[in-house]
Structures are given as C-alpha cells and as structure tokens.
C-alpha cells in the first residue's frame, strides 16, 4: 500500500455555534460546523453555488484550549485536518461508518466574512475553500457508468494508510475508506485504473444522502474530484510521479448540481451500457459494511 496522504483545508463561517463535550471516559471533544459555498461554472457558462456544512472535530486538550477562544455562530474560520473514518455496530443491528472531519488546527480570520442565511437558522460564508488531497490504493477496479443524460461517472473506492506512534513509542496503524466521485472527461480518462493502483486525488468534500436497503435515509461523506493522478508502485507522498504509460487525469468538465444522479443509479445511453452494474462488486477489501452506499 503507498504511503497515505490525507489532507484538509476548509475556510467558511461557523454555521452555528460550538460546543465543547466530555466522552464517557472523560475526552474532551470540540465540535463544530463549518459551512461555505463552491462557485462552480457549467458548460452552459452558468455560475451555481453548491452550498457545503461539513462538521469538524478536535479532540483532547487542544479541544479545551478552542473552546476558551468563545467563537460563536458566523464567526470566520480556516481548518487544517484529515478525513477520519469508524465503524461501529449499530444498536438495531448491523453495522454503520461515518467520514468526518478530524480538526489539527483552526484558526480565526483576519477579516469579516460575508454571510448568507440558511433556512434551517444557521449561517454560511458566501464563499471560502473546501480543498481535499488523498493519496491512497484502490480497493477495486473502477467501472464506467453514464447518467440517462450521457454524462460519464467513475466512482472509487480509495484505502488510505495512516501510520503513527503512540504514547509508548509503539507503531499504529489505521486505513480511512474514503469514497470518490468522478465525472465527465476525469471519469472517462481514469477507467482504465485498476484495483491496488496507488493515486493522488484532489477535490472538494461533499455530503450525499441516498435510502438504504430498508428505506432508511442515510448520509455520507465523500470526495468529488477535480483532479486524479496516477502513481508509480510503491510511491508515497514525496513520489507523486505518474505512472508509465498512465495518462494523467484532470478535469476538464464541470462539477455536476447536486440534483445529479448518483453513481449507484446511474445508467449507460444505448451504444456506452457497461457490462455488469452491480457496484458493489469488487469491494472485498472494503469491511463488510451492509450500509456503504456504493
């Protein structure tokens, strides 16, 4: 597996205001959400702000120092993080996951912010950075769909590898799932991708809702790509060199509205229909989560 990178960046305003929480076992936790609009243009040349809530959390006493700082609901702030996932059992049975955000630092802005209100009584920036970068090994081979309007969609599955020493000096380890979405010329130029492959990806964060097999709706976090880069074997994060002979994969359409169909119901035009749409196949290295929304 190549060496992970998990990196994120989040300016926006604080959508309500903070709070500080103690675990059962006395960490402190502090939470927070921070919000922004993306201004993304369509192939039509129209401007759409895609409007983003994307909760952060810092944990131990860095946790206690942020909530001495009192910032409050509108309040402009930069987040430095990472993507974290768990698991858990869920108490009525069967097994459910979360990505989050997993704060290292944030930070206050210098200056005002200008704000929009929400319907739901919150605030959001009317602008700001919602920036990922990934690096990490496919867990299977990707699979070209298209939407009923033609547009391509490649969905990833992506394992990144987290290694760190505890307390003791002990080597841990721990692999964050973290779903991706291409679309259009990106999603076309990667197909030929293939399970194990390491690469670098940059995007923004995104949140999904979609039903689970019992009717439930659920939510997800995931990442949808601006740019993917191929990786030799073996690369790490100071080895972001293309692979030989792959090509090199950036966007060169548009993000889709959030009203765009996602990649679990997506179907080929007559003349594209890719063999076998059960996306689920493939995910063995994936845990065996019945709730992943693939």
Partial sequence: MA????????????????ELRYTPTGVPVFEATVAGEDHLVGRDGTERKLPWYHRISILGKPAEWQSERNLKSGDPVVVEGSLDYSQWEAPEGGKRSQVRVKALRMESLGSEAELVQDAGGGVRM?????????????????????TPTGDAVLGLGLAVNEVWKDKNGQQQEKTHWIDITLWRELAESAQ????????????????????DKDGNKRNTTKIEATKVEALARGAGPGAPAAT???????????????????ARAASAPQGNRSAGLDIDQGLDDFPPEEDLPF
């Fill in 192 to 211: 030929n991708l293939r399970k194990g492959d390491p690469v670098l990806v940059q995007g923004r964060l995104i949140n999904d809702s979609w039903q």
């Fill in 244 to 262: 030989s002979g792959a090509p090199r994969m950036q966007a060169t359409g548009s993000a889709p509205t959030r009203s765009a169909p996602p």
């Fill in 126 to 146: 009317a602008g700001g950075w919602n920036t990922v970068m990934l690096i990490g090994n496919l867990v299977r081979d990707p699979e070209l769909r298209y």
């Fill in 3 to 18: 060496r992970g990178m998990n990196h994120v960046y989040l300016v926006g305003s604080l959508a309500r205001d903070p």
